[in-house]
């Protein structure tokens, strides 16, 4: 499967942004979803994840109740939405596709496929 982030870009501080994830090459509905980030300080941080019905969802303490991963299979698309942007929150977003569902801070060794990422900068 092929992966293809938009949405990344600028925002204030507190503000919102939502990340788009297109997957091509085979039905997004075969695969657990991601998001990760990396930053120059953090090497590929887990974000988020989610099922492949959609009904489990996993988000660590620092981005929990600001984040929401979500996914329309129908379109083979999956999104991040984030609110309440810190300027931590700064990054280059990836998301992520494997068959497995995994949690934790392994995550990004365990994953198997990759978009290329999309840059979110919070700064006022």
């Known amino acids: 499967v092929h992966l293809a982030e938009s949405g990344g870009g600028l925002v204030l501080p507190g503000g919102s942004l939502t990340l788009s994830c297109a997957a091509s090459?085979?039905?997004?509905?075969?695969?657990?979803m991601y998001w990760f980030r990396r930053t120059p300080w953090k090497e590929r941080e887990f974000v988020a994840v989610?099922?492949?019905?959609?009904?489990?969802?996993y988000y660590p303490d620092y981005v929990k109740g600001r984040f929401t991963i979500s996914r329309d299979d129908a379109n083979n698309i999956h999104y991040l939405q984030m609110n309440d942007l810190k300027s931590e929150d700064a990054a280059v977003y990836y998301c992520?596709?494997?068959?497995?569902?995994?949690?934790?801070?392994?995550?990004?060794?365990?994953?198997?496929?990759w978009g290329r990422g999309t840059e979110v900068t919070v700064s006022s």
């Open positions: 992520a596709a494997d068959s497995t569902y995994y949690i934790g801070r392994d995550s990004a060794d365990r994953v198997a496929y």
């Open positions: 090459g085979g039905p997004s509905s075969n695969y657990v």
């Open positions: 989610i099922s492949r019905d959609g009904y489990s969802t």
